[in-house]
């Protein structure tokens, strides 16, 4: 039953240094979702793709590009890391765009 | 601009009290708020509800949509410490599904 997974869990890079972020479902969901979540901020939305072959920008796209791969698959690239991208970043899915979105554990970005 | 706001932002209990958080909202084509609940890693979702479904209750949480005054309330009874964690509270539009988060709640609750 895993859910919503995201690799890796943790990573440190330099900045300009280019990396993407996995994240698979296995819940046969349509919708999913990158996040980025900063003290005192809440969750704010990076890319999302509604279904399937479908990408569009959320609260705060610059400086990163997706990929919906296939239904399962979602991932999130950083072309030129910068230290205000320094972060914890959460993968979710959902039904549907209108139903409740289930997450993952996170990735934890550190750029130095 | 939409937005979403969440008072307070911290909170600090003792076993037993009753909490009451607060979520209010600016929102254009709002369709539903929902409420999370994150300790130490993924959000977990608790309620969602929408213009047909303003209360919701699971065991000791319960939480209520006011659409006129456009806020919702999370009441937690007989806090236990299992309940320290942030809980946040986000909004959805009529169309495209996209969420906004509030800044949450840091409850603490103390034995």
């Known amino acids: 039953n895993a859910g919503v997974t995201q690799t890796p869990k943790f990573q440190v890079l330099k900045t300009g240094q280019s990396m993407t972020l996995q994240c698979a479902q296995d819940?046969?969901?349509?919708?999913m979702y990158w996040y980025r979540q900063d003290p005192g901020m809440g969750l704010r939305l990076i890319y999302y793709?509604?279904?399937?072959?479908?990408?569009d920008k959320g609260e705060v796209p610059n400086g990163y590009n997706v990929s919906r791969l296939n239904k399962r698959e979602f991932s999130l690239r950083l072309e030129s890391a910068a230290p205000s991208q320094t972060s914890v970043y959460f993968c979710?899915?959902?039904?549907?765009?209108?139903?409740?979105?289930?997450f993952g554990d996170g990735t934890r970005l550190s750029i130095l | 601009e939409d937005k979403v706001v969440q008072s307070p932002l911290s909170l600090v209990v003792h076993e037993g009290d009753t909490v009451t958080l607060n979520c209010s909202y600016e929102?254009?084509?709002?369709?539903?708020l929902l409420w999370y609940k994150q300790e130490k890693k993924a959000p977990t979702f608790l309620f969602m509800l929408?213009?047909?479904?303003i209360e919701k209750k699971s065991g000791r949480l319960s939480s209520i949509l006011d659409k006129k005054e456009l806020s919702s309330i999370l009441n937690i009874t007989a806090t236990q410490t299992g309940d320290s964690a942030i809980y946040l509270c986000?909004?959805?539009?009529?169309?495209?599904?996209?969420?906004?988060f509030g800044q949450g709640t840091e409850l603490s609750v103390k034995p």
């Open positions: 929102v254009t084509n709002f369709r539903s």
């Open positions: 986000a909004v959805t539009y009529n169309q495209g599904g996209k969420l906004i």
């Open positions: 793709s509604a279904s399937e072959g479908t990408t």
């Open positions: 819940m046969n969901h349509n919708s």
């Open positions: 979710a899915s959902s039904e549907d765009p209108y139903q409740p979105q289930h």
């Open positions: 929408t213009s047909s479904g």
